[in-house]
Protein backbone atom coordinates (compact mmCIF):
# COMPACT_ATOMS: atom_id res chain seq x y z
CA UNK A 1 0.00 0.00 0.00
CA UNK A 2 0.91 3.68 -0.48
CA UNK A 3 2.99 5.39 2.04
CA UNK A 4 2.99 8.42 3.59
CA UNK A 5 3.14 11.58 0.74
CA UNK A 6 4.36 14.81 1.88
CA UNK A 7 4.82 17.26 -0.98
CA UNK A 8 6.44 19.30 -1.81
CA UNK A 9 9.97 17.75 -1.00
CA UNK A 10 11.68 20.58 -1.18
CA UNK A 11 10.55 24.61 -1.17
CA UNK A 12 12.48 27.88 -0.80
CA UNK A 13 10.71 30.90 0.50
CA UNK A 14 11.49 34.65 1.53
CA UNK A 15 11.29 36.25 4.97
CA UNK A 16 7.90 37.29 5.82
CA UNK A 17 5.85 35.09 3.19
CA UNK A 18 3.56 32.33 4.17
CA UNK A 19 3.83 28.69 3.17
CA UNK A 20 1.64 25.67 3.35
CA UNK A 21 2.84 21.57 3.51
CA UNK A 22 0.65 18.90 2.16
CA UNK A 23 0.89 15.61 3.98
CA UNK A 24 -1.37 12.52 2.84
CA UNK A 25 -1.70 9.77 5.28
CA UNK A 26 -1.67 5.97 4.86
CA UNK A 27 -5.22 5.22 3.64
CA UNK A 28 -7.47 3.96 6.93
CA UNK A 29 -4.79 5.87 8.96
CA UNK A 30 -6.90 8.87 11.04
CA UNK A 31 -4.27 9.96 13.15
CA UNK A 32 -1.56 13.13 11.40
CA UNK A 33 1.72 14.29 13.41
CA UNK A 34 3.78 16.96 12.76
CA UNK A 35 7.13 17.47 13.51
CA UNK A 36 10.26 20.43 12.99
CA UNK A 37 13.64 18.57 12.69
CA UNK A 38 16.51 21.26 12.92
CA UNK A 39 20.29 20.24 13.56
CA UNK A 40 19.83 22.89 16.85
CA UNK A 41 16.49 21.53 18.29
CA UNK A 42 16.47 18.01 17.04
CA UNK A 43 12.71 16.67 16.07
CA UNK A 44 10.74 18.44 17.59
CA UNK A 45 6.33 18.36 17.90
CA UNK A 46 4.15 20.62 16.50
CA UNK A 47 0.62 19.24 16.36
CA UNK A 48 -1.47 16.38 15.97
CA UNK A 49 -4.89 15.65 14.29
CA UNK A 50 -7.46 12.85 14.71
CA UNK A 51 -10.36 12.75 12.46
CA UNK A 52 -10.29 16.90 12.11
CA UNK A 53 -9.65 17.60 15.52
CA UNK A 54 -6.39 18.88 17.15
CA UNK A 55 -5.81 16.68 19.54
CA UNK A 56 -2.39 17.97 20.92
CA UNK A 57 -0.28 20.94 20.17
CA UNK A 58 3.76 21.53 20.99
CA UNK A 59 5.12 24.37 21.84
CA UNK A 60 5.45 26.25 18.69
CA UNK A 61 4.30 30.11 18.36
CA UNK A 62 1.03 30.47 16.85
CA UNK A 63 2.36 31.48 13.18
CA UNK A 64 2.54 27.66 12.87
CA UNK A 65 -1.17 26.24 12.31
CA UNK A 66 -2.69 23.23 10.95
CA UNK A 67 -5.86 21.55 9.57
CA UNK A 68 -7.04 18.18 8.47
CA UNK A 69 -9.56 16.82 6.55
CA UNK A 70 -12.44 14.22 6.26
CA UNK A 71 -10.19 12.48 4.16
CA UNK A 72 -7.50 12.62 7.18
CA UNK A 73 -5.36 14.37 4.49
CA UNK A 74 -3.81 17.12 6.78
CA UNK A 75 -1.89 20.46 6.00
CA UNK A 76 -0.21 22.77 7.58
CA UNK A 77 0.81 26.79 7.39
CA UNK A 78 3.71 28.69 8.46
CA UNK A 79 2.39 32.42 8.47
CA UNK A 80 5.25 35.29 8.08
CA UNK A 81 8.16 32.91 7.98
CA UNK A 82 11.39 33.52 9.33
CA UNK A 83 14.92 32.36 8.75
CA UNK A 84 15.03 30.31 12.05
CA UNK A 85 11.30 28.27 10.57
CA UNK A 86 14.16 26.90 7.75
CA UNK A 87 14.14 22.98 9.10
CA UNK A 88 12.48 19.40 7.74
CA UNK A 89 8.90 19.04 8.32
CA UNK A 90 8.41 15.20 8.90
CA UNK A 91 4.36 14.12 8.57
CA UNK A 92 3.72 10.93 10.23
CA UNK A 93 0.47 8.68 10.77
CA UNK A 94 -0.84 6.26 12.40
CA UNK A 95 -4.17 4.63 13.00
CA UNK A 96 -4.83 6.77 16.17
CA UNK A 97 -6.23 4.08 18.61
CA UNK A 98 -5.19 1.35 19.83
CA UNK A 99 -4.78 -1.82 17.84
CA UNK A 100 -4.93 -4.14 20.86
CA UNK A 101 -2.46 -3.93 23.43
CA UNK A 102 0.50 -3.35 20.79
CA UNK A 103 0.14 0.11 19.95
CA UNK A 104 0.03 1.37 16.83
CA UNK A 105 3.29 2.55 14.78
CA UNK A 106 3.62 5.55 13.33
CA UNK A 107 4.63 5.78 9.54
CA UNK A 108 6.47 8.59 8.35
CA UNK A 109 7.00 10.53 5.17
CA UNK A 110 10.01 11.71 3.02
CA UNK A 111 9.48 15.59 5.03
CA UNK A 112 9.34 18.92 2.95
CA UNK A 113 12.66 20.60 3.14
CA UNK A 114 11.89 24.39 4.00
CA UNK A 115 14.19 27.10 3.63
CA UNK A 116 13.87 30.35 4.37
CA UNK A 117 16.00 33.02 2.24
CA UNK B 1 7.33 15.88 30.95
CA UNK B 2 9.10 13.02 29.55
CA UNK B 3 12.50 13.70 27.89
CA UNK B 4 14.66 11.63 26.38
CA UNK B 5 18.51 11.34 26.15
CA UNK B 6 20.47 9.97 23.69
CA UNK B 7 24.74 10.52 25.15
CA UNK B 8 26.41 9.26 21.89
CA UNK B 9 26.01 12.22 19.28
CA UNK B 10 28.10 9.47 16.97
CA UNK B 11 29.31 6.05 17.37
CA UNK B 12 31.12 4.13 14.51
CA UNK B 13 31.18 0.24 13.39
CA UNK B 14 33.14 -2.08 11.32
CA UNK B 15 31.08 -4.28 9.36
CA UNK B 16 30.41 -7.60 10.76
CA UNK B 17 30.96 -6.33 14.41
CA UNK B 18 27.94 -5.84 16.77
CA UNK B 19 27.15 -1.97 17.94
CA UNK B 20 25.15 -0.62 21.12
CA UNK B 21 23.58 2.78 20.88
CA UNK B 22 22.35 4.18 24.16
CA UNK B 23 19.21 5.83 25.36
CA UNK B 24 17.95 7.23 28.69
CA UNK B 25 14.12 8.38 29.05
CA UNK B 26 12.49 10.25 32.15
CA UNK B 27 9.01 9.74 32.76
CA UNK B 28 6.62 9.41 35.75
CA UNK B 29 4.51 6.77 33.90
CA UNK B 30 4.55 3.42 34.61
CA UNK B 31 3.13 2.28 31.34
CA UNK B 32 4.91 3.84 27.92
CA UNK B 33 6.25 2.61 24.32
CA UNK B 34 9.97 3.18 23.66
CA UNK B 35 11.26 3.07 19.93
CA UNK B 36 14.06 2.99 18.07
CA UNK B 37 13.99 4.90 14.42
CA UNK B 38 16.16 4.84 11.70
CA UNK B 39 16.79 8.30 9.83
CA UNK B 40 19.28 6.84 6.29
CA UNK B 41 20.26 10.13 4.19
CA UNK B 42 17.18 9.49 2.30
CA UNK B 43 15.41 11.55 5.38
CA UNK B 44 12.18 9.32 5.75
CA UNK B 45 12.22 8.05 9.46
CA UNK B 46 11.84 3.68 9.93
CA UNK B 47 10.74 2.37 12.62
CA UNK B 48 13.44 -0.03 14.09
CA UNK B 49 11.83 -1.67 17.19
CA UNK B 50 9.05 -0.94 19.54
CA UNK B 51 8.65 -1.79 23.63
CA UNK B 52 6.12 -1.96 25.75
CA UNK B 53 7.08 -0.97 29.01
CA UNK B 54 4.63 -3.84 30.62
CA UNK B 55 6.52 -6.43 28.85
CA UNK B 56 9.79 -7.59 31.10
CA UNK B 57 11.19 -9.20 27.67
CA UNK B 58 13.77 -7.42 25.74
CA UNK B 59 12.01 -6.74 22.15
CA UNK B 60 14.38 -8.43 18.93
CA UNK B 61 13.67 -7.84 15.05
CA UNK B 62 16.49 -10.48 13.22
CA UNK B 63 20.03 -8.16 13.95
CA UNK B 64 17.93 -5.76 16.10
CA UNK B 65 17.57 -6.46 19.82
CA UNK B 66 17.03 -3.92 23.17
CA UNK B 67 17.86 -4.02 26.36
CA UNK B 68 15.34 -2.69 28.56
CA UNK B 69 15.94 -1.74 31.92
CA UNK B 70 12.53 -0.07 33.69
CA UNK B 71 13.96 0.70 37.03
CA UNK B 72 16.96 2.40 35.77
CA UNK B 73 14.89 4.05 32.68
CA UNK B 74 17.37 2.65 30.19
CA UNK B 75 16.72 1.58 26.36
CA UNK B 76 19.75 0.31 24.65
CA UNK B 77 19.82 -0.80 21.00
CA UNK B 78 22.37 -3.42 19.87
CA UNK B 79 23.16 -3.93 16.20
CA UNK B 80 24.48 -7.36 15.72
CA UNK B 81 26.32 -7.84 12.34
CA UNK B 82 26.44 -4.61 11.34
CA UNK B 83 25.45 -4.21 7.62
CA UNK B 84 26.74 -0.63 5.15
CA UNK B 85 23.37 -0.11 5.17
CA UNK B 86 22.87 0.23 8.96
CA UNK B 87 24.48 3.84 8.58
CA UNK B 88 22.08 5.91 9.94
CA UNK B 89 20.77 8.72 12.33
CA UNK B 90 19.07 6.58 15.22
CA UNK B 91 16.99 8.24 17.03
CA UNK B 92 15.40 6.72 20.32
CA UNK B 93 11.51 7.92 21.30
CA UNK B 94 9.08 7.77 23.44
CA UNK B 95 5.49 7.79 24.12
CA UNK B 96 2.78 7.88 26.67
CA UNK B 97 -0.04 5.61 26.69
CA UNK B 98 -2.83 6.10 24.87
CA UNK B 99 -6.63 6.35 26.85
CA UNK B 100 -9.45 7.05 25.08
CA UNK B 101 -9.17 10.11 23.12
CA UNK B 102 -5.09 10.74 24.03
CA UNK B 103 -2.66 11.70 22.32
CA UNK B 104 0.45 9.83 19.55
CA UNK B 105 2.73 12.11 20.14
CA UNK B 106 6.40 10.91 20.34
CA UNK B 107 8.94 12.51 22.49
CA UNK B 108 12.71 12.14 20.21
CA UNK B 109 16.35 12.05 21.58
CA UNK B 110 18.50 14.07 19.87
CA UNK B 111 19.84 11.25 17.81
CA UNK B 112 23.11 9.22 17.46
CA UNK B 113 25.04 8.85 13.81
CA UNK B 114 26.20 5.64 12.84
CA UNK B 115 28.88 4.87 10.91
CA UNK B 116 29.36 1.30 9.39
CA UNK B 117 33.21 0.68 8.20
CA UNK B 118 33.99 -1.98 5.63
Known amino acids: KAGVTQTPRYLIKTRGQQVTLSCSPISGHRSVSWYQQTPGQGLQFLFE???????NKGNFPGRFSGRQFSNSRSEMNVSTLELGDSALYLC????????????????FGQGTRLTVV | AQTVTQSQPEMSVQEAETVTLSCTYD???????LFWYKQPPSRQMILVIR??????QNATENRFSVNFQKAAKSFSLKISDSQLGDAAMYFCAYRSPRPQGGSEKLVFGKGTKLTVNP
Open chain 1, 92 to 107: ASSWGRDRGRRGTEAF
Open chain 2, 51 to 56: QEAYKQ
Open chain 2, 27 to 33: TSESDYY
Open chain 1, 49 to 55: YFSETQR
